[in-house]
């Protein structure tokens, strides 16, 4: 069976990337949207990157979080942070998302209800996937982007994954259920954020042991 992909977000730190890194993280998750706790600048996020670029060609692929800004702060906060992708994590259009994958790849977070239509999931999925979107899947909770610790209905992503569809997916995974998540759903890859936090913001407690990125 392959190996699951695993992107651990919220690091603030470049220890904490570090140590994420070490555990076999292929994604670190720095988050840019405004007015959340784990948001750092976009020149602090550079000292992590540049610390994770100095593993050589084995460190994790560097990702910014952001949620409906305009175009120009995200491709200005790419040059600065030097980010090899961006993930996209509110309304964001089929347009933009082609618009920001000039200049790097992309992650679209697409927000699900519990009550929503395979159909119309799976169709969303390969509307974005179409123009080169890697796609995540995280519960829909007012307001919020995404980190809310809130999973979603896993035999929705179950029954995508079946489909063939391709995705990350998110929402309320802790060490404690990311395995079953990995066994029932199937995902290409799971992101992790609060369930790995503290109280402070920082993703202090990257996957060793509690989450293994060659289960799955």
Sequence with gaps: MSRTTIKICGVRHSENALVAAEAGADYIGIVFVPGRRRRIEPSAARLIIDRLSAIGPEAPSSVGLFGDQPLAEVLDTIAVAGLDVVQLCGEESVEYCRAVGDHARVIKVLHVKNDAPIAEMGNLIDTYAAV??????????????????????????????????SFMLAGGLTPDNVSEAISVVKPWGVDVSSGVGTKSGVSSHPPGSEIDPRKG
């Design 132 to 165: 080169g979107c890697t796609v995540t899947l995280d519960s829909q909770v007012a307001g919020l982007h995404g980190g809310t610790g809130e999973s979603f209905d896993w035999s929705i992503a179950a029954q995508l994954a079946s489909s063939g569809r």
